[in-house]
């Protein structure tokens, strides 16, 4: 059965590190735009926020970079994100040809639907994963950013993996705490949580200091508060802090988080791999295109 066949994301996890060792990391070439609109869909368009914080950017994804297109001005290119190159990026980057927009595509995809219809086009390595996971692929980017080193990232994982409990399966609940300075990647976490779990378990994430703000009037005492790069000493009746070596980026944290869902992912019936193929069938009639439980 096609789920036999399907790893855990901590293993994919270790697998894109593998990769980035052996062949080193892809580089983001030169981005001429003085205010670009960086977009893309789910992930593609977290990505965008996280490599181009720095720039005086507009961010969008697919429901709505029509309207922001529309009501500012001073947008002279655009840099659109998307590791298959299909599904949402094609109509986005016709949209965006129409109105004569200089586009700059970041993919690892070669001769995609996209790239026919853009300017320039920057690729990125990866490797064969589950459809969803994204590991090697917008991690590559990330790392091209931040010029992190994948074999200390590695090494950090493996110093950390002691700490993570072997009781995960009683926990109903994780609540990720990310330092806030990291606020750009929560929203990839509560992704991954989405896509793995759905509904059957609820997964948080919050910076410190939203989790200031009432997000834990309630505790059934069931929920796991896991703090990665910062030491928790406030919230949550169960926790377990994962602390990370100095002067941590943006690669470290979304490696570390990924592999510690992966763990969860271990510790609960198997949702995803029960589920994904039916998923992409349905997928493949909504996108309009052959999509595949494995992506190549």
């Known amino acids: 059965m096609i789920n036999d066949k399907i790893i855990d994301l901590d293993i994919c996890l270790i697998n894109a590190l593998d990769l980035f060792i052996q062949k080193g990391i892809s580089q983001i070439g030169s981005i001429d735009f003085k205010r670009p609109i960086v977009l ?10 996280i490599i181009f914080e720095d720039f005086d950017a507009v961010f969008a994804d697919e429901s709505n970079f029509i309207k922001k297109l529309g009501a500012i001005k001073n947008i002279d290119g655009a840099i659109l994100i998307s590791a298959s190159g299909g599904k949402h990026a094609p109509i986005i980057a016709e949209e965006l040809k129409k109105r004569n927009i200089s586009t700059t595509l970041l993919t690892n995809t070669k001769k995609s639907s996209a790239e026919r219809l853009v300017n320039k086009t920057y ?28 074999k200390i990232i590695l090494d950090t994982i493996n110093n950390i993996a002691k700490l993570i409990p072997n009781d995960l399966s009683k926990y109903k609940s994780f609540y990720i705490i990310i330092p806030n300075e990291f606020e750009n990647i929560r929203e990839m976490f509560v992704t991954k949580f989405d896509e793995l779990f759905g509904p059957m378990l609820v997964g948080r994430v919050y910076t410190p200091e939203q989790t200031k703000h009432a997000k834990t009037v309630t505790d059934s005492g069931e929920e796991l508060f896991i703090s990665i790069g910062y ?19 943006y690669g470290m944290l979304m490696s570390v988080g990924y ?18 193929e039916a998923y992409v069938e349905k997928a493949s009639v909504i996108f309009n295109e052959k999509l595949n439980v494995f992506v190549k």
């Open 231 to 249: 030491d928790n000493l406030l919230f949550g009746k169960n926790r377990l802090n994962i602390p990370l070596p100095v002067n941590f980026n």
């Open 40 to 49: 893309g869909s789910g992930n593609a368009a977290i990505t965008g926020k």
């Open 259 to 276: 592999y510690i869902i992966g763990k969860i992912q271990k510790a609960k019936p198997p949702y995803f791999k029960e589920n994904i």
């Open 123 to 150: 690729f990125f390595d990866k490797n064969v994963e589950p459809y969803t996971y994204n590991t090697s692929t917008y991690l590559g980017m990330i790392l091209g950013k931040t010029k992190e080193n994948p």
